[in-house]
């Protein structure tokens, strides 16, 4: 089961600082100067801890570089720790959204009270029945699980109620409310 947690940005630990590995500290101090930049790297990084901590895997390390880069800005992975860990985050209404599991999860946030032009956009990005948002955080969810993120269309997600279809790939969907938003955890079937 996936270990869920909420860090608003405006509470991130400074403690959180310690457990940093080398790139996310380069990340951090390129940062400086912009205090809410810095409070949000941080609650993420404070977010995803917490979370693997739930999970039982209080040693990880994170590693995000960028594969294309190799800035801090890429995939948290899990490094260390007693089995596998897979991290997801995501920000949005100023909080950060982690989880972490023993298979492949993916999260997305979206505010409930997003613009109306944001709404549209879903629609066109991901036409479909129901619940925008819910559809919406699921795609992303999914496409964050699976890895490859949004160089595939939002359509190869197939979404139902409490499942998604990737690629052959079932994905069991959790749904709530949280800090007045709409957040979907994805985590691969076995």
């Known amino acids: 089961m996936a270990a ?13 600082i310690a457990r ?17 930049a810095r409070q949000r790297f941080l609650a993420g990084r404070a977010a995803l801890f917490a979370a693997a901590d739930r999970l039982g895997e209080p040693e990880i390390r994170i590693d995000a570089r960028c594969p294309d880069c190799g800035l801090a800005h890429g995939r948290p992975l899990a490094l260390g720790g007693g089995g596998p860990v897979h ?3 995501s920000h949005a209404a100023g909080s950060a959204f982690a989880v972490a599991a ?10 409930v009270s997003g613009s ?8 066109t990005l991901a036409p479909g029945r129901g619940d925008a948002l819910r559809r ?14 949004l160089r595939l269309p939002p359509d190869a997600v197939r979404v139902r ?11 069991r969907l959790e749904t709530a409310h949280a800090v007045a938003c709409v957040v979907t955890v994805a985590e691969r079937s076995r």
Do not use: C, M, N, Q
């Open 4 to 16: 869920f947690v909420v860090v608003p940005h405006v509470s991130a630990d400074s403690g959180v």
């Open 20 to 36: 940093l590995s080398e790139s996310d500290h380069a990340r951090l101090s390129a940062l400086d100067g912009d205090d809410a």
């Open 87 to 89: 991290l997801a985050l």
């Open 102 to 111: 023993r298979r492949p999860v993916g999260i997305d946030a979206e505010p």
């Open 116 to 123: 109306s032009d944001r709404h549209a956009a879903i629609e």
């Open 136 to 149: 919406w955080t699921a795609i992303e969810a999914v496409l964050k699980a699976d890895g490859i993120g």
């Open 161 to 171: 109620l409490r499942s998604a279809r990737l690629h052959g790939v079932r994905y």
